[in-house]
C-alpha cells in the first residue's frame, strides 16, 4: 500500500512558476512509476508528466513540454513537479500517481495509487 500526498499548489500570476511535491509512503517507492494528472472544472482529467522508476525516462503531455519538469528524489519518497511560464489554462488540481505495471504512462487506469490533489489556479 502506498499513500500519496501532494503540496505546493497556490494562487500564482501568468509566466510564474510553482514546484509541486508529492511525498510517498512506504519503502518501495523507487518500485513505482510515478505520474502527475491534472483536471479543471468542467474537463477529464488527463495526463501531464511521468517519471519512470529510476528517473531516467521522463514524459510529458504537449501542452506543458518545456515548461514543466519532472523529477523524483528516490531516498526522500518524493517526486516533484518543476512548473514554469505558467498559463491560466494549466489552472486544475494536480493528482500525483503511483503504479507498478504501467505500460503506457498517460493511462491513469494502469495506475494503482493516487493523492488527494492540489490546486493550481493561474491568474491572467
Known amino acids: 500500500q502506498v499513500q500519496l500526498v501532494e503540496s505546493g499548489g497556490g494562487l500564482v500570476q501568468a509566466g510564474g512558476s510553482l514546484r509541486l511535491s508529492c511525498a510517498a509512503s512506504?519503502?518501495?517507492?523507487?518500485?513505482?512509476?510515478m505520474g502527475w494528472f491534472r483536471q479543471s472544472p468542467g474537463k477529464e482529467r488527463e495526463f501531464v508528466a511521468a517519471s519512470r522508476r529510476s528517473g531516467g525516462s521522463t514524459y510529458y503531455a504537449d501542452s506543458v513540454k518545456g515548461r514543466f519538469t519532472i523529477s523524483r528524489d528516490n531516498a526522500k519518497n518524493t517526486m516533484y513537479l518543476q512548473m514554469n511560464s505558467l498559463k491560466p489554462e494549466d489552472t486544475a488540481v494536480y493528482y500525483c500517481a503511483a503504479g507498478v505495471l504501467v505500460v503506457k504512462t498517460t493511462l491513469e487506469t494502469l495506475y494503482d495509487y493516487w493523492g488527494r490533489g492540489t490546486q493550481v489556479t493561474v491568474s491572467s
Open positions: 512506504g519503502r518501495t517507492f523507487s518500485s513505482y512509476t
